[in-house]
């Protein structure tokens, strides 16, 4: 380099590039080197003054020069950017070693877990789901199931009456009778998971509103066989592979003949214990074939059809499933009572 003081601008600069510490030094450098105002750009007038022999060294040198800056400045500048990105990424950093915060979920209520897996399990083996209204007639929660007026069955379900003939029902069996209604005669497979209420003192075991599962299925051919087979099927996939069931004879309006199902002790495994007051079964659910006079009332021909029926109270399988003591606590909303349900994990 000829023009000493070109040099010394280079150096200079260079030096200084070296040093700057972050971006408004670089800013600055850029400025004082390469700027309007800069020596450099005050030098370009000196051009003029020169012999027409030293004017392209000059030239060059400036250009260079100017070149040799710029490339410095852009390449310190963007080392600085990187170092201050590297440096914000140290600073953000996330510490996925932190555990999170646990937000508060709640907990299905049992009757509701139960009430779905027991849904699931007779939708599994081909069943519909059908509905029918809380608030019933006289003719379908009792007439057309064989429970006529001054029936002493009627006793056992005193309910809630909006008038003489307009009622709470006192049980899911009424969705019978509408299914019937509603098939014309065809076959029917169906499950009515829903509420129920009686004039009850609530207790431990009692409740003046529960809810119950209604099944009917109606063919050609059906026999207690298919009843039991179902029902055999239900409480093993509800309570384990392990549970046997009994068909006990008992009696109901809309079912002949009728029978109460009991599975065996899940505490003694049926050698008798203080669970099962010493019999080895508990009992869970009624159920039957479905009434000639029921089958004649909606619409069938009991010599060509026949059917089977069951009731199966949900919170009775909840308490036994969970070990409930209480049937309120399903109503009451007590979160340290749900709060055992929540799901794990
Ligand atoms: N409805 C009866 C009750 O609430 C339960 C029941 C028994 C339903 C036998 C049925 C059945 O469908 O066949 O006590």
Redo the contacts with the bound molecule.
Sequence with gaps: MQNEKIKAILEEGLKQIEKAENLDDINELRNRYLGKKSELASMGSIIATLPVEEKKTFGQEMNETKTTLANAIDERMNALKAKALEEKLQRETIDISLPGRESNLGARNPFHIVKDEMTEIFLGMGFEVADGPEIETDNYNFELLNIPKDHPARDM?DTFYIDENTLLR????PV?ARTMEKAQGKPVRIICPGK?YRRDDDDATHSHQFA?I???VIDKNINIGHLKATLELFAKKMFGEKREIRLRSSY?P??EP?VEVDITCANCGGKGCNMCKGTGYIEI????M?HPNVLKMNGYDPEQYSG????IGIERVAILRYGIDDIRKFYNNDVRFLHQFKKKG
């Design positions: 379900q006192t049980h899911t069996s019978q129920t119950q209604e099944g009917l109901f809309f079912t009728s659910l009624g159920g039957g479905v089977f029926a069951f009731g």
